[in-house]
């Protein structure tokens, strides 16, 4: 099994450019979340889908944040326009099921906004 | 709101010096505790799920138990390869987002020879 693959690994750009971070879940996995991690304030969840269908963005910081998962084998998160702020690694993760455990989390995107 | 704070927030041992990590927190409910390894520039490992008070989890040179207001990582003569940082999460029972875990902003061990 691959594991989750996440693209691009790193990012950098300018502070109002449009950035997009791309998930590939494991095959068979119907839950698939977005963590950002910061020093601060550690792994936030920002957004999660069931079965392709958004089930919570709480976690969202704000609506130049969007996610989008077209089907059960790709997953989008986009930041429109980007600020310095949002600097991070952000990461996808999935797992089977409804319970909690075994979260298989990609190798992250790390995004610097200059 | 479900908050987990993990101490200390950096911990540096001697190859088969034995220490404790340790995972406050508090939530509504618990539904579960999780401990999860993060190796630099890689993705969080999951390591344990601890569900009640009294519950403890083994896995080589790690132990983790459980009581109702914290969590501790035991580690018995660690190695170097131990090193990593060490990540607790909570999961409220509440709510429809039980799929929710909260994490503490971890601990990071460092194992020298």
């Known amino acids: 099994d691959a594991g989750v693959i996440q693209s691009p690994r790193h990012e950098v750009t300018e502070m109002g450019q449009e950035v997009t971070l791309r998930c590939k879940p494991i095959?068979?996995?119907?839950?698939l979340f977005w963590y950002r991690q910061t020093m601060m304030r550690g792994l936030e969840l920002l957004i999660y889908?069931?079965?392709?269908?958004?089930?919570?963005d709480s976690g969202m910081p704000e609506d130049r944040f969007s996610a989008k998962m077209p089907n059960a084998s790709f997953s989008t998160l986009k930041i429109q326009p980007s600020e310095p702020r949002d600097s991070a690694v952000y990461f996808c993760a999935s797992r089977r099921g409804r319970g909690g455990e075994k979260l298989f989390f990609g190798s992250g995107t790390q995004l610097s906004v200059l | 709101e479900d908050q987990v704070t993990q101490s200390p927030e950096a911990l540096r041992l001697q190859e088969g010096e034995s220490s404790s990590l340790n995972c406050s927190y508090t939530?509504?409910?618990?539904?579960?505790l999780f401990w999860y390894r993060q190796d630099p520039g890689k993705g969080p490992e999951f390591l344990f799920t601890?569900?009640?008070a009294g519950e403890e989890k083994e896995k080589e040179r790690l132990k983790a138990t459980l009581t109702k207001k914290e969590s501790f990582l035991h580690i018995t003569a660690p190695k170097p390869e131990d090193s990593a940082t060490y990540l607790c999460a909570v999961q409220a029972l509440a709510t429809g987002t039980a799929s929710k875990l909260t994490f503490g902003t971890g601990t990071r061990l460092q194992v020298t020879l």
């Open positions: 095959s068979g996995h119907d839950y």
């Open positions: 601890l569900y009640s």
């Open positions: 889908f069931n079965n392709n269908v958004p089930i919570d």
């Open positions: 939530v509504s409910g618990l539904r579960g």
